[in-house]
């Protein structure tokens, strides 16, 4: 062999050799490079099935937290029914109810449709000009929520509405519930007008 066929030689050898070494590295790379592929494609499509799974599961716990405002609002006005029964009075603040014994409610229940937790509380009598609430009788609560609602609760739709008392408003009906129609008058009636009883066999 001559001595220029050995200087080739080494040389096309280094050659071969870098071109095997860029191959790995290319080979290497792009696997790495379909990696990351195919994790922005699985993260994508994640968050395109997140997207579409929140509005189901904000439905779900709104309408679990309704669940839990009917309960909490009809345990506490079951608890005043009961503490006015025991103590000839309504109370002047929902803690009283804690203190009757044996228990009538489990806890003082939080309004679970507001973060902070706070009633509205319904009183027996309206507060005066000042809007002073010390001391008066307490007969039921409501939620502070100005929110739709999902279930029609007594007809109504607004949280704010949902009125959880411990009594029946001044016809004897449940609150919420539409009164009688006032009795028919005038001709035809079968009654006499502004007399308030029925007629008589033989008057005219």
Not at 7 to 21: D, E, M, Q, T, V
Not at 164 to 175: K, Q, V
Not at 176 to 194: I, K
């Amino acid at each position: 062999m001559t001595s220029s066929a050995r200087k080739i030689l080494p040389a096309r050898f280094h050659s071969l050799w870098r071109f095997r070494r860029a191959l790995r590295t290319f080979d290497r790379k792009g696997q790495r490079g379909f990696v990351m592929a195919m994790l922005l494609a699985l993260i994508t499509i994640m968050g395109i099935l997140l997207m579409k799974g929140i509005p189901a599961i904000t439905t779900e716990v709104q309408r679990e937290q309704e669940a839990e405002l009917i309960f909490r609002g009809e345990s506490i006005a079951k608890a005043i029914r009961i503490y006015a029964a025991k103590s000839g009075r309504y109370p002047n603040a929902l803690a009283e109810l804690g203190t009757v014994k044996p228990r009538i409610i489990r806890k003082i229940y939080t309004d679970p449709m507001t973060e902070s937790g706070e009633w509205d509380l319904i009183y027996a009598v309206q507060p005066g000009a000042t809007g002073d609430t010390q001391s008066l009788p307490i007969i039921g609560v409501k939620s502070k929520s100005q929110k739709d609602s999902f279930k029609i609760y007594n007809l109504k739709t607004i949280y704010s509405d949902w009125a959880f008392t411990a009594t029946s408003n001044l016809l004897g009906l449940p609150a919420g519930v539409a009164g009688p129609s006032p009795a028919p008058t005038g001709p035809g009636s079968g009654a006499n007008p502004g007399s308030g009883t029925p007629p008589k066999p033989g008057d005219k």
